[in-house]
T-cell receptor
Framework: GAGVSQSPRYKVTKRGQDVALRCDPISGHVSLYWYRQALGQGPEFLTY????????KSGLPNDRFSAERPEGSISTLTIQRTEQRDSAMYRCASSLGGRSQPQHFGDGTRLSIL | QQPVQSPQAVILREGEDAVINCSSS?????VHWYRQKHGEAPVFLMILLKGGEQKGHDKISASFNEKKQQSSLYLTASQLSYSGTYFC?????????????FGQGTTLQVKP
């Protein structure tokens, strides 16, 4: 597709369940970023991939959060044993790669933990 | 550390000008500006790369003072379509990943 595609758009799950959020970046974009955005706030960095390599995961809140991008294209962000505080908009962005490239954001996945 | 944006909110009439500021306590390599409308994804506006650089398109421009670690976004002769929340994203000098740290946002409302 032309833009960054994320699925599902909405996810409602019970506390304690695992969730997997998917991101399909723009074709040809080697850099992929995951952000979390609380209502009324700016995106908060979670993790970064260059091709399939996860080069920065400093923003992941704890070890319940993990991400992968096994073939250097589609990425999955997984949250295990979800808690209510995990409720947020999770956004993926991609860029051509390297420093100072425009990042193009997807429409996000709105995660609600009951 | 998160950059600080000011003002937090601004209300304008169509045709008026606005300035949004972004300040960081860390040495910066670049500053990115995004606009986000309610319920939508942030949309890229521009990147400022060099100290003192100014860029712009249409009636939106920006400057970057590397020494002061500050950037300003200038909206001239505002249009209704300029309404939204503006975020600056800063890229640290020590980073080589393109990782951005975003400010808390400035909400701009343009009225007819």
């Amino acid at each position: 597709g032309a833009g960054v595609s994320q699925s599902p758009r909405y996810k409602v799950t019970k506390r304690g369940q695992d969730v997997a959020l998917r991101c399909d970046p723009i074709s040809g974009h080697v850099s992929l970023y995951w952000y979390r955005q609380a209502l009324g706030q700016g995106p908060e960095f979670l993790t970064y991939f260059n091709y399939e390599a996860q080069q920065d995961k400093s923003g992941l809140p704890n070890d319940r959060f993990s991400a992968e991008r096994p073939e250097g294209s589609i990425s999955t962000l997984t949250i295990q044993r979800t808690e209510q505080r995990d409720s947020a908009m999770y956004r993926c962005a991609s860029s051509l790669g390297g420093r100072s490239q425009p990042q193009h954001f997807g429409d996000g996945t709105r995660l609600s933990i009951l | 550390q998160q950059p600080v944006q000011s003002p937090q909110a601004v209300i304008l009439r169509e045709g008026e000008d606005a300035v949004i500021n972004c300040s960081s306590s860390k040495a910066l390599y670049s500053v990115h500006w995004y606009r986000q409308k309610h319920g939508e994804a942030p949309v890229f506006l521009m990147i400022l790369l060099k100290g003192g650089e100014q860029k712009g398109h249409d009636k939106i421009s920006a400057s970057f003072n590397e020494k002061k670690q500050q950037s300003s976004l200038y909206l001239t002769a505002s249009q209704l379509s300029y309404s939204g929340t503006y975020f600056c994203g800063t890229e640290k000098g020590s980073s080589n990943t393109g990782k951005l740290i975003f400010g808390q946002g400035t909400t701009l409302q343009v009225k007819p």
